[in-house]
């Protein structure tokens, strides 16, 4: 039952873009085309996940045993940096194109802060179930962190859908671009509220 709790509660009302706030800068910068939101989601995906797991181990098993806890930010930055860097490399090789269109958004996800967030929240936050609150286990941190980057992911793909949508669309002239992306955002961030009662 936890693992449905934390899933629910990391995709839908505490989602990372719409509830938090976190990685706003390439939520706003890649979302203009799908196909750059879908390769973009996929990245941020795969980097918060495997980002969370490592740096949850580093931190159980070196950090915390040595009382080097104040290691934390640096130690998950330079983790996070070599992460993307890896999946910089792995682009590159195996799809050119999305490589190209993604370009200096790429770089962007190593000062993501939605995935320095989720690797700090796992490690530092007690999350509460029923009546007893714990932090999580690698198994509840993955989950976790896998279940934040679909929500990142989801909201990335809906609001590039809508942003399609918005560009062929006779907006007024004052709303056109960022004004109505804002907007949209408020939009979909005040629809996902409507989740909260779930959990």
């Given at each position: 039952m936890d693992y449905i709790i934390i899933i629910?509660?990391?995709?839908?009302?505490?989602?990372?873009?719409?509830?938090?706030?976190?990685?706003?800068?390439?939520?706003?910068?890649?979302?203009?085309?799908?196909?750059?939101?879908?390769?973009?989601?996929?990245?941020?995906?795969?980097?918060?996940?495997?980002?969370?797991?490592?740096?949850?181990?580093?931190?159980?098993?070196?950090?915390?045993?040595?009382?080097?806890?104040?290691?934390?930010?640096i130690s998950f930055i330079l983790v996070i940096a070599s992460l993307v860097q890896m999946v910089e490399i792995v682009l590159k090789k195996i799809s050119p194109s999305l490589y190209q269109a993604l370009g200096?958004?790429?770089?962007?996800?190593?000062?993501?802060?939605?995935?320095?967030?989720?690797?700090?929240?796992?490690?530092?936050?007690?999350?509460?179930?029923?009546?007893?609150?714990?932090?999580?286990?690698?198994?509840?941190?993955t989950v976790y962190a896998l279940a934040t980057s679909v929500g990142y992911a989801i909201a990335m793909i809906l609001f590039a859908g809508l942003r399609e949508h918005l560009a062929g669309n006779d907006v007024p002239k004052a709303f056109k671009g960022l004004p109505i992306a804002i907007i949209t955002v408020g939009i979909m961030a005040l629809a996902f509220l409507g989740f909260s009662g779930m959990v």
């Open positions: 629910v509660s990391a995709i839908f009302v505490n989602n990372i873009l719409l509830a938090q706030f976190l990685g706003i800068c390439p939520f706003l910068g890649v979302s203009g085309k799908l196909s750059t939101a879908t390769g973009m989601s996929g990245a941020v995906t795969f980097v918060i996940t495997l980002a969370t797991v490592v740096t949850y181990l580093i931190n159980r098993y070196l950090l915390v045993p040595f009382g080097l806890e104040f290691l934390q930010t200096i958004f790429l770089p962007l996800i190593t000062t993501n802060c939605a995935v320095l967030g989720v690797a700090i929240t796992v490690v530092t936050k007690e999350f509460t179930f029923g009546d007893s609150s714990h932090m999580l286990s690698l198994g509840e941190a």
